[in-house]
Every structure is written in structure tokens, then in C-alpha cells.
């Protein structure tokens, strides 16, 4: 009976909040919110938006950012797929890769940050031998205004994304036949994956892409670190008219949130156009019949940029590391010539309080996208149906831009008089974590095989006793693992914590992100090593506790 909620709480949870903030932004965005004086429906809002200075150049940058990163991180994971699949190497980078998605987008951005900066840590390592610097060059590598930095740390940390979910549709294909039968025809590794195998790959993965296109177009908190200033992306915007204590600016933040949905939907539409052209390049070089039999070159430059996205990530989190205990650190020196805690001791006492935040939310938001996550399992397995549509919702988080809604639903919730509680941002965040729970979730429990409830059955188990001493026993490890990469999302959510906790709810990340704009990189690092670490001890939980569970039964280690 219960399971029957399931389905209409997560459909109403993942439509609701969204289309009552695209309600709340539209409104005042043609003048009409009573509470400030907009008695009447007007364009006012949006003439003030043209009149912006830079207001088109950021709405360029917001495009370009999205259309930009997309390209260049499916580009990597396509070709290193197709050149790569079913080999050792590739079962060696993709456990390299696959932790990768657990680092929250501040936390990562910080560190590359810390890497290229002049100062950083690549120019130490090269310096003075290689180049000759004994002072930090003066260049504008971070925050350049054409958000080249932007566009390589979103690349970096949204290839990992779409390596998983390419993983995810790899063994709907035959991959090892299709293989052998373009080898013994003469075509290469990659031009046979790409002619026979990625269309029903693509077909598979088409809304994470878009997924990944509406947030590199109105990201944040990896905007406000690696992205320009002069002007700065329009998500960025719209966070400081939204946060401005004058009231009225909530029109013209209403505005600019229409705006970002009307860029991200520009960027997603310019996709469906790269989509259509390059299906034709495919099938124009199939039927001409070229073959691209010599495509080692290519192979091993998909592998490089593979690994080198990796290990930039993971050098940026070292960087982190070092600088929250780094003493004296001068350049051109390449470590610190002295180690010291003082920055993690006098950084504590401020840290408790949105650590503290930062577990409630997460645990709470991450424990209830769990349980619904299963109630619409159940459901499904009692039904026998599995709905396309219901599919397509749990990524309406994801595609809708945050800025696009989130404006709308915080003004609903101060005309509410929902003001800024615990409650109120595990709601929120309760919203972005489920999509990424049920579909860590559903694979694992539509694969499970149903024989063990059939035997547990025929001993005269009930359906509930089958499903606690039998089913999720055995489903522990997809189970926690779903359980902290909801975590992980949660720690990570910068701009609903920004606007439901209305600087009165901070966490570890809004914390971190308004420290970029400091020159205090041992507090950043301590920071956003905290955020880091913090995903990381879920999966550790998720590993380890499995491992403890199952240490006696050979059948259900990995």
C-alpha cells in the first residue's frame, strides 16, 4: 500500500517545486509581485535588464561556457571509448576516473585554480629552470575574460559524468562482435565505434548532455572561482541582484533568471543543431566508405587528454591539501619550506557550525531521496511497468536551470513566510538529490535476480521479510553507494543553499566559495579540502562497510 505514494511523492517533489519557481520568476520578471508594489503586469524588468552594461556579454559567456564544455568533454569520452573500450587501459583509467565524480565542482575548481594560476603550483614546478621566472608572471590565466579557464575546469570535472554514463549504456550494445566484424572489414578502432555502436550509445546518454549543458551555462560557484569578472557570467549576476538589499532588484534578478532559462535553452537547441551535423559528417564518411584504418595518432591523443583531465583534478586536490598546512611558501619554491596546523586550528571554531549544517542537510535530504527512491522501485516491480516519462522527469532537476527556478521559489517562500530553516533547505536540496539517488539505484535493483524472492517465497516468507532479510542484504553495496553520491550532491549545492538558507544557513561550500574572492589560499584550502573530504568519507562508508558485511560470503565480494 505504502509503495503506491511512491511514484505521486517523487513525481510532485520533481515537477512541483520546479514549476511553482518558473511561476515565481516569470511573474515578477514581467512586473507583477504585489508584495513589492507590481500591481500590474510590465516589460519594465526586462528594459532594465537590456540597459545593463555587459549584460550581453554575459549572456555570451553563460552560452559559450555551456556549449563549449559540453563539446569538449563528450568529445574526450567518445573517442576515448572508442578507441579504448574493452582493453585493460580502459578498465585501468576508468577506475582512476570514477572516484573523480565524488569531488564536489567548488572543491575542484579551487584546486585547478591552484594549479595554473601564475602563482600556482604547474608554474612551480617549471620555474625558474624552465622559464625563467623568479616572480609569478604577471598574466591573467584565472578569471580571463574569455572564461577559458571556466570552460577547461567544467571540461575536467564533467568528464568523469559522462565516462559513467557512457559506462552505464556500453553493455546495451555488442560491443566485442561489432568490434571483430569493422576489424575484418579494414576499419579502424574508433571509425567502427563511431559508424556502428555510438548512435545507440548517444540515443542512451542524450539527456545527461543536456543535463550538462543547462548546468555549465548557469553554474555558480565554479563561475565565481575560475570565470571572468569583467563581466562576470549571468548566473553570477543574478546571484548578487537576488542578495542586493535593495528590494526592487528582485525584478531585475526575476529578468535575468528568464534570461538564463532563455540562454540555456538557446545552448540546448544549438546542441540539437551540432547533433543533426554531425549525424550528417557520420554518415557522409560511411557511405564514402573511409575507412580510418590508421588511427593510433588518435587513439593515444583521446588517452592523454583522458588521463591528463584526470590527473589535473587530482593534482588540484594535492594543491588543496598542501596549502591548508603550507607555512612559508614563496615562489618560485615548489613546496613550503615549513608545515604547520595553525591555519586548521584558528580555522576550527568557525568551521563547526556549517560542518554541522553541511552533515543535516546532506544526511536528511540523502535518507529521504532513499526511501522514496525505493518506494518507486517497489512500485515498478509490482506494476511490471517502467515509464518513459517518469524516466525523462528525474533529469527536469538537472536540464531547468537552478537560477531559472530557484529565484521564483525563494520569493514564494518568503511571501510564504517559509523563512530560512533546516527543513526548508533539505526540501531543496531533497529535489536535486533524489534524480541522482534513483538513477545510481535503478540499475542495480532492476538487475537483481528475482529467483532469490521466488525461493524466499516458497518458504513462506512474506513480501516485506523477503525484502529486508533477502533483497537489500544483498543490494547493501549498490545501496550505500547510491546513499553517498546523493551525499556527495548535497555537500556540493551551492546556489539553493545560497538562496533557501539566506546567509543565515551557511555549509562548507557557500562557506569556500565566499572566501575565491580572498587572497587567503591556506583558509580556501582548508575549506574546500573539508569539502572534499566529506564525499569522500561517504563512498569510504560505502566501501567499507560491504566489505565488513560480506567478508565471509566469497559470492558477494568484488
Known amino acids: 500500500m505504502l509503495t503506491r505514494l511512491g511514484p505521486p511523492a517523487a513525481i510532485l517533489l520533481l515537477s512541483g517545486p520546479i514549476l511553482a519557481g518558473l511561476a ?4 515578477p520578471a514581467f512586473g507583477y509581485l504585489p508584495a513589492l508594489g507590481g500591481e500590474a503586469f510590465s516589460l519594465d524588468p526586462l528594459r532594465q535588464l537590456a540597459a545593463v552594461p555587459g549584460i550581453a556579454g554575459s549572456a555570451l559567456l553563460s552560452l559559450q561556457a555551456g556549449l563549449a564544455s559540453a563539446a569538449l568533454s563528450l568529445g574526450v569520452v567518445m573517442l576515448f571509448v572508442a578507441a579504448w573500450a574493452g582493453t585493460s587501459a580502459f578498465s585501468r583509467v576508468q577506475h582512476l ?19 595554473i594560476a601564475p602563482s600556482g603550483l604547474v608554474a ?31 571540461v575536467a570535472k564533467e568528464i568523469p559524468f559522462l565516462l559513467l554514463v557512457t559506462l552505464a549504456a556500453l553493455p546495451q550494445v555488442p560491443l566485442a562482435r561489432t568490434r571483430q566484424l569493422a576489424a575484418s572489414l579494414g576499419y579502424g578502432r574508433i571509425a567502427g565505434f563511431l559508424y556502428c555502436l555510438w548512435p545507440l550509445i548517444y540515443r542512451q546518454i542524450r539527456l545527461p548532455v543536456f543535463a550538462v549543458i543547462a548546468f555549465a551555462s548557469s553554474v555558480v560557484d565554479v563561475a565565481v572561482i575560475l570565470g571572468p569578472s569583467t563581466p562576470p557570467t549571468l548566473a553570477v549576476r543574478l546571484v548578487g541582484w537576488m542578495n542586493d538589499p535593495e528590494l526592487s532588484m528582485r525584478f531585475l534578478a526575476s ?82 619550506r615549513s608545515v604547520s596546523l595553525k591555519t586548521w586550528i584558528a580555522t576550527a571554531p568557525r568551521v563547526v557550525e556549517p560542518l554541522a549544517t553541511t552533515l543535516a542537510a546532506g544526511l536528511i535530504s540523502t535518507v529521504l531521496a532513499l526511501v522514496l527512491a525505493l518506494l518507486c522501485l517497489m512500485r515498478e516491480d509490482e506494476t511490471g511497468r517502467r515509464g518513459r516519462r517518469a524516466a525523462a522527469l528525474i533529469y527536469l532537476p538537472l536540464i531547468v536551470p537552478q537560477a531559472a527556478f530557484l529565484f521564483g521559489l525563494h520569493l514564494l517562500f518568503l511571501l510564504g513566510g517559509v523563512g530560512a530553516s533546516l527543513w526548508a533547505l533539505v526540501f531543496v536540496h531533497l ?16 538487475a537483481f535476480d528475482r529467483r532469490y524472492e521466488a525461493i524466499a517465497a516458497g518458504l513462506g516468507r512474506s513480501r516485506a521479510e523477503t525484502l529486508w532479510r533477502v533483497r537489500l542484504p544483498m543490494l547493501a553495496r549498490p545501496v550505500l553507494t547510491a546513499c ?64 565488513l558485511l560480506f567478508r565471509r560470503f566469497r559470492a558477494m565480494r568484488v
Open 24 to 27: 515565481g520568476t516569470m511573474l
Open 97 to 115: 576516473i570514477s572516484p573523480l565524480l565524488s569531488v564536489p565542482h567548488a572543491a575542484a575548481a579551487f584546486g585547478f585554480a591552484f594549479l
Open 124 to 154: 612551480r614546478f617549471l620555474s625558474p629552470e624552465l622559464t625563467g621566472w623568479e616572480r609569478p608572471p604577471d598574466l591573467l590565466i584565472v578569471n580571463d575574460p574569455m572564461g577559458f579557464s571556466l570552460i577547461a575546469g567544467l
Open 255 to 336: 529578468a535575468g533568471a528568464l534570461l538564463q532559462l532563455g540562454v540555456s535553452a538557446a545552448a540546448i537547441l544549438a546542441w540539437l543543431v551540432v547533433e543533426r551535423i554531425g549525424a550528417g559528417m557520420l554518415r557522409v564518411f560511411c557511405e564514402e566508405g573511409r575507412r580510418f584504418s590508421r588511427d593510433a595518432a588518435l587513439r593515444w591523443l583521446s588517452f592523454a587528454l583522458m588521463l591528463a583531465s584526470a590527473l589535473s583534478v587530482f593534482a588540484g586536490l594535492g594543491a588543496l591539501a598542501i596549502w591548508s598546512v603550507a607555512g612559508l611558501w614563496q615562489f618560485p619554491d615548489a613546496l613550503p
Open 431 to 446: 529535489v536535486f538529490v533524489l534524480p541522482y539517488v534513483f538513477l545510481s539505484l535503478s540499475d542495480p535493483w532492476r
Open 484 to 547: 553517498a553520491v546523493g551525499f556527495a550532491v548535497s555537500v556540493g549545492l551551492y546556489l539553493p543553499t545560497v538562496l533557501i538558507g539566506a546567509g543565515r544557513l551557511t555549509t562548507i561550500t557557500t562557506e569556500a566559495v565566499a572566501l575565491a574572492s580572498g587572497g587567503n589560499r591556506r583558509v580556501i584550502g582548508v575549506y574546500a579540502f573539508l569539502q572534499m573530504l566529506l564525499p569522500l568519507a561517504g563512498f569510504a562508508v560505502a566501501t567499507l562497510v560491504p566489505a
